[in-house]
Every structure is written in C-alpha cells, then in structure tokens.
C-alpha cells in the first residue's frame, strides 16, 4: 500500500458496521466502568420544535398570487457511505432550493447507510444544524448505522421503515496496525458530543450515549395511562432498552415503544401521513430527487472511469514518447476524478487510493499536507507535479528522435 493512501486511511477515521451484523454491534470496553445511574424522564416527542407550516413565499416568477403557495417537499435520497452516497453537499443543495420558496418548507433524508467518515459527519453535523432552524428537517430511516446513525439523530423528527434500524454510533481509528475503537479521552468525547446531538434534537441523552458505548445501560418505564416514557441510566426501569454487550441499535418497534421516533411508513404517503401534513396543503419537489440522481449518477461515472484508468495504466509503461503521453493522459483523468468525485478517488468506492505511483518521490511534502487537510486539491497539485515532470521527459524523447 502507497504511503498516500495509508495516511487517507489514518485520516478518514470511520464510523461502521461489519457487514455480517444486521442490528447490534458489539462493543468491547477499554478499561471504563459503567457511568453512575440517572434518572432522566424522557422529553416530549421529537419533533415538537419543527417550524410550523406557513404558504412558501417565492414561489416563481409568474405564479398566480390568487392561490395559496404549496409548502415544498423535497425527498433527497441518501444512501451509501458517510461521504460517498451520504453527504453534506446535497444536503446545502437541497437546502438551496428549499430557501427559494421561503423559510418552512420540509426536506426528507432517506437514509439507508451504514456509515463512514467521521470527516463528513463534522461537516453534516454543522450543515443540519443551521438548516433545522429554517426548514423542517425530517430522518426517513430504512438503515441508519454508526455515522448514519449520528446524522440522522440531528433531525428533530425521526420515521423509520418497517424494517428499518438506527444505532451502533461506534467511533473507530486508524492506527499503525489497523482500525480500532476509540478509547479513552476521544471516547469521553465522542459519547458527550453524540449526548448533546440527541439533546439538541429533544430526545433523551443517555439513549444517545448508550449508542457509542455499550457498559452505559439504558431502561426506561412508560406510564400506562398517560404513555410517558422516563429513562433510566441503569436497570431501574422496566424495559430494558440495551445491554453491556452491544452497542444500542434500535428497531422500529423498540424505537417506537419508548417514543424516540415519531412514526414507521414504508412509503411517501405514509410518510406524509404519519407528519400529519394536510392533503393539498404540499407537494413534493422534483428538485430532491434531481439532486441525489446527479450525484448518484456521478459517482457511478467516475467508478467506471477509476477502474479503466488503473487498468489503461498497467499497460502504459516504458520510456518512449507514446507510453509517456499515455500516463499524461492518464494523470490528468485522476485529477478529473478528484475534483469531480473525490469519495471515489480516495477508493471509499472500492477500487483503491487513484494517484501516480511516482507521486510520493516527486511530491513529498504535498503527502504530508494531504495528511493533516485531506484536502483533495493537495492531491490535483501532487499529480500536476507528476504530469510537469512526465511532460520533461516527453520533451526529452521527441528530442532525441529528431
């Protein structure tokens, strides 16, 4: 493995699932005890601050003042890893459009990832945070795992699908010997920030913390008359919502049952049901689903592109002014990549780390720059320094053939 790509690997800290695992991870504890008990009854449903329906303003050039303005559904579809199929990108796009018919419209995430980078989820993480305090953000869950999980947990209103799964917020990091789970300091700091994310969305913080790490137990009893739910940082309550062994993972029915979600629908108009949105009263935008197509569209692009220029570059070797113009071609394609779809070039795709071999003797300090920034325009830079340097010899061989 190139130098380049093991420093993205150490850099691009993930938040995963094992593929073999459908809904629990298991957690091993480093050397923590279990957190001292709380009480800590359960807050209103999610949801409750969602901005109330209002006629969208702007609505085009032309429209018929006479009638009432649609509120906007945009649907975005949100599905693969954290920075590759699910990122903070369509989610402005999509915010882009919503401001356009003015602030209370409604944007849906259709997650179905099992996560990724803890990169991306910064970055996520301060995106949802200003949209929710002008739009209605909404979680539409079919799988929600890990940094998908933590997305999703940004949104004050949570639907799963019937079948659907959130939870396993486990942190992972790249050492010398491989991917582990954060310990010490960094996981003190990981469960209090996913406590505050769940808190700032008005769902109870220790469900939150229980996700990241799996000693912190949470149960909770839920009154037969009135259906509040109050949870317990221990065994004190009468459900049992997690056990030591496992990070928390919610179904649709232990999620519902304790009131951390605000409904199931397996389809938009039981979605729209279920957010209780009056008929005629909104319509969906067609601009959500554009959005998640292009991209989508992109990076298969772009994958098929990568693979053919690592097979081409197999067979361009040798010295003379063809196979050299050749790998120039070739360079400047991966710089396409990069600036078009940089999940792929990093090989969050599959199909590996898209840079020039030569790239690590030719461009040294531009690797150590890329392992601080993770800055693809560090690495179109380090490829430009291998194309000047292919160009010389280019030039060198034309000359000797004349």
Same mark, same amino acid.
């Given at each position: 493995?190139?130098?380049?790509?093991?420093?993205?690997?150490?850099?691009?800290?993930?938040?995963?699932?094992?593929?073999?695992?459908?809904?629990?991870?298991?957690?091993?504890?480093?050397?923590?005890?279990?957190?001292?008990?709380?009480?800590?009854?359960?807050?209103? !449903?999610?949801?409750?601050?969602?901005?109330?329906?209002?006629?969208?303003?702007?609505?085009?050039?032309?429209?018929?003042?006479?009638?009432?303005?649609?509120?906007?559904?945009?649907?975005?579809?949100?599905?693969?890893?954290?920075?590759?199929?699910?990122?903070?990108?369509?989610?402005?796009?999509?915010?882009?459009?919503?401001?356009?018919?003015?602030?209370?419209?409604?944007?849906?995430?259709?997650?179905?990832?099992?996560?990724?980078?803890?990169?991306?989820?910064?970055?996520?993480?301060?995106?949802?945070?200003?949209?929710?305090?002008?739009?209605?953000?909404?979680?539409?869950?079919?799988?929600?795992? $890990?940094?998908?999980?933590?997305?999703?947990?940004?949104?004050?209103?949570?639907?799963?699908?019937?079948?659907?799964?959130?939870?396993?917020?486990?942190?992972?990091?790249?050492?010398?010997?491989?991917?582990?789970?954060?310990?010490?300091?960094?996981?003190?700091?990981?469960?209090?920030?996913?406590?505050?994310?769940?808190?700032?969305?008005?769902?109870?913080?220790?469900?939150?913390? !229980?996700?990241?790490? $799996?000693?912190?137990?949470?149960?909770?009893?839920?009154?037969?008359?009135?259906?509040?739910?109050?949870?317990?940082?221990?065994?004190?309550?009468?459900?049992?919502?997690?056990?030591?062994?496992?990070?928390?993972?919610?179904? /649709?029915?232990?999620?519902? =049952?304790?009131?951390?979600?605000?409904?199931?629908?397996?389809?938009?108009?039981?979605?729209?049901?279920?957010?209780?949105?009056?008929?005629?009263?909104?319509?969906?935008?067609?601009?959500?689903?554009?959005?998640? =197509?292009?991209?989508?569209?992109? *990076?298969?692009?772009?994958?098929?592109?990568?693979? $053919?220029?690592?097979?081409?570059?197999? *067979?361009?070797?040798?010295?003379?002014? /063809?196979?050299?113009?050749?790998?120039?071609?070739?360079?400047?394609?991966?710089?396409?990549?990069?600036?078009?779809?940089?999940?792929?070039?990093?090989?969050?795709?599959?199909?590996?780390?898209?840079?020039?071999?030569?790239?690590?003797?030719?461009?040294?300090?531009?690797?150590?720059?890329?392992?601080?920034?993770? =800055?693809?325009?560090?690495?179109?830079?380090?490829?430009?320094?291998?194309?000047?340097?292919?160009?010389?010899?280019?030039?060198?061989?034309?000359?000797? $053939?004349?």
């Amino acid at each position: 493995m190139s130098r380049l790509a093991h420093i993205a690997g150490l850099g691009l800290m993930r938040l995963v699932l094992p593929c073999m695992v459908l809904l629990l991870v298991a957690t091993t504890a480093h050397g923590q005890g279990s957190a001292p008990a709380r009480t800590d009854p359960a807050k209103p !449903a999610p949801g409750a601050k969602a901005p109330a329906a209002k006629p969208a303003a702007g609505a085009g050039k032309g429209a018929d003042e006479t009638k009432p303005r649609l509120q906007q559904v945009f649907i975005v579809d949100m599905a693969g890893m954290v920075g590759a199929g699910l990122r903070h990108d369509e989610m402005v796009a999509a915010e882009k459009e919503a401001d356009k018919f003015g602030p209370n419209q409604i944007i849906v995430l259709k997650i179905n990832s099992g996560g990724g980078s803890v990169t991306e989820g910064d970055k996520i993480s301060r995106t949802l945070g200003r949209i929710r305090d002008k739009h209605r953000v909404v979680a539409w869950i079919e799988e929600a795992i $890990s940094g998908a999980a933590f997305t999703a947990m940004h949104c004050r209103e949570i639907y799963f699908m019937k079948f659907g799964t959130m939870g396993s917020i486990t942190k992972f990091q790249s050492t010398e010997s491989g991917q582990v789970s954060a310990t010490g300091r960094d996981l003190e700091a990981w469960i209090e920030r996913v406590a505050e994310v769940a808190e700032g969305a008005d769902r109870n913080g220790d469900v939150g913390r !229980a996700m990241v790490y $799996s000693p912190i137990v949470v149960s909770y009893t839920k009154d037969p008359k009135t259906g509040k739910v109050t949870f317990y940082r221990d065994a004190s309550g009468e459900v049992m919502l997690s056990d030591e062994k496992d990070n928390l993972t919610f179904t /649709a029915t232990s999620a519902m =049952d304790c009131g951390y979600i605000n409904g199931v629908a397996d389809t938009e108009q039981e979605l729209f049901e279920a957010m209780q949105l009056t008929p005629g009263s909104y319509e969906v935008n067609p601009s959500g689903k554009k959005i998640s =197509d292009a991209w989508q569209k992109t *990076l298969e692009r772009c994958k098929e592109q990568a693979i $053919s220029i690592q097979q081409d570059l197999q *067979l361009a070797g040798g010295n003379d002014a /063809a196979a050299i113009g050749k790998r120039i071609k070739l360079y400047k394609q991966m710089q396409d990549i990069w600036r078009q779809a940089p999940p792929v070039a990093m090989g969050m795709e599959g199909g590996g780390f898209l840079i020039p071999p030569e790239v690590e003797s030719l461009a040294p300090d531009l690797v150590e720059k890329f392992q601080t920034s993770m =800055d693809p325009k560090v690495v179109i830079e380090a490829i430009d320094r291998c194309i000047k340097e292919l160009q010389k010899q280019l030039a060198a061989s034309r000359k000797r $053939s004349n």
